[in-house]
């Protein structure tokens, strides 16, 4: 052993050695030293669709050729609905969009616009801050900042995703945001209000409850385990639950909670189709919802 006191000798086929002992650095022989420098910036990329994420394909198809016209789009659910699939389906558009880059940002009633401006900014600088920038002046630092990104190192066409906005607040917080986009990106909107739409001056896709088939399709990859029950019950079921998503969800949590799903599964339709049983785990505005969506199909 060595120590700081005693100095390290180097021979053979080693020209130099950096032993650090007892918290002292002991360096011997020619060193040379290379810095790690973390990335100095990254690609900006949406979340990934649910792994489940089922059908859609005339929307995905009808969203796909309005971003590629670059036309801001709304993704609005009938009737104002909620959990009837709008965000997973910007997620599934921006996956497969072929957009380079993807900045993503969800409001919701009380949204946090600076935070979202300065993660985007952290793209092309891991050190930017707000500072005490007014909120326009940032967005314009914020632009500024995105720019240079995407011309030195994502080229290509940009997709801004502005997820869950409400009325009010959130509103002001997209037009914010928006400011922020480079040049030339395309906006995607969910919202579950049609006055959004107009105020953020988009077009529009509005989404219905599922088709039969993608119901259907739903209800098998959420029912892995049992792959036993007849489609007729599992279509059944679909219906009863208006062929929403996140219903059929829920239900199908409920379905896989049965000790034979099997054959105990229309008894559980029927206590459905009364209307929300006992202890389930539908909340009013889902069963809501729910009925909503039965009444769009029939
Ligand atoms: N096409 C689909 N395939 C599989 N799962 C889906 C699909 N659409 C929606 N879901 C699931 O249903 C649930 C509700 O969907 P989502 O969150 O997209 O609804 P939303 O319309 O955005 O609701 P909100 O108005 O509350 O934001 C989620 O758990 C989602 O994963
Ligand atoms: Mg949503």
Partial sequence: MTGPERPIHVHGDI???????????????????????????????APNP????TGRRDELDRLAEA?????????????????????????????????????????GPEPAAVGHLVSWARHADPGFTAGDSAPDVLAGRVRAALTGLVRDHCPGPVLVVLDDVWEGPSVDAARLLQLAAPAGAVFLITTRSQRVVA??????????????????????????????????????????????????????????????????????????????????PFATSVWNWVRAARTTLS
């Avoid at 529009?204 to 007849?230: C, F, K, N, V």
Wanted: no cysteine; net charge negative; hydrophobic share 45%.
């Fill in 67 to 107: 971003l590629r016209a670059g036309r801001t789009t709304a993704i609005t659910g009938v009737q104002g609905m909620g959990g009837i699939g709008k965000t997973a389906l910007a997620l599934a558009a921006a996956a497969e969009s072929g957009f380079g880059s993807v900045l993503w940002a969800s409001l």
């Fill in 199 to 280: 105020q953020l001056r988009s077009s529009r896709i509005e989404l219905l409850p599922m088709t039969p088939e993608d119901a259907l399709a739903l209800l098998r990859r959420l029912l892995p385990d049992h792959p036993g029950i007849a489609d007729e019950h599992l279509s059944e079921l679909a219906d009863v639950m208006g062929r929403h998503p996140l219903a059929m969800e829920l239900a199908a949590g409920q379905a896989r909670l049965l000790e034979r799903p099997e054959t105990e599964l229309p008894d559980l339709v029927a206590q459905y189709r009364g209307g929300v049983p006992e202890g389930s």
């Fill in 50 to 53: 649910p792994q489940h994420f």
């Fill in 15 to 45: 020209e130099a050695a950096n032993v650090v002992i007892g918290g002292v650095q002991n360096i011997a022989g020619d060193l040379t030293i290379s810095v790690v420098r973390q990335a100095s910036w990254s690609r900006p990329v």
